[in-house]
């Protein structure tokens, strides 16, 4: 059983910045993909941006693109387990709660077979 928990959301204002951690705990595995996704009210959970477990390949959506950075961690025992989402230059259209997931290399959320249980980004104007 793998859990995610997400930590590092909050309110910001425009042009500020926010660093999400997600930490992923339980029988996981060393090729792992991990990658955030986001919904906001009474809109679709939409992609973010994901990285390959060797972060040699990582994919941002248009959107955060050149705004928001992910990388990854290793734990002690060599397994990549934790995944990070910078977030500079946030603007009010970011405001959304901000999952990370484990699951394929891809944007489609149906790719993804674990989730964490959210945490909240504000962005105001």
């Known amino acids: 059983q793998v859990h995610l928990v997400e930590s590092g959301g909050g309110v910001v204002q425009a042009g500020g910045s926010l660093r999400l951690s997600c930490v992923a705990s339980?029988?996981?595995?060393?090729?792992?993909?991990m990658g955030w996704f986001r919904q906001a009210p009474g809109k679709e959970r939409e992609f973010v941006a994901t990285?390959?477990?060797?972060?040699?390949?990582?994919?941002?959506?248009?959107a955060v693109k050149g705004r928001f950075t992910i990388s990854r961690d290793y734990s002690r025992d060599n397994i990549k387990n934790t995944v990070y989402l910078q977030m500079d230059s946030l603007k009010p259209e970011d405001t959304a709660v901000y999952y990370c997931?484990?699951?394929?290399?891809?944007?489609?959320?149906?790719?993804?077979?674990?989730w964490g249980q959210g945490t909240q980004v504000t962005v105001s104007s």
């Open positions: 339980g029988r996981v595995g060393v090729r792992t993909t």
């Open positions: 997931a484990i699951g394929e290399y891809s944007r489609n959320r149906n790719d993804y077979n674990c």
């Open positions: 990285s390959h477990w060797n972060e040699q390949e990582r994919d941002y959506a248009d």
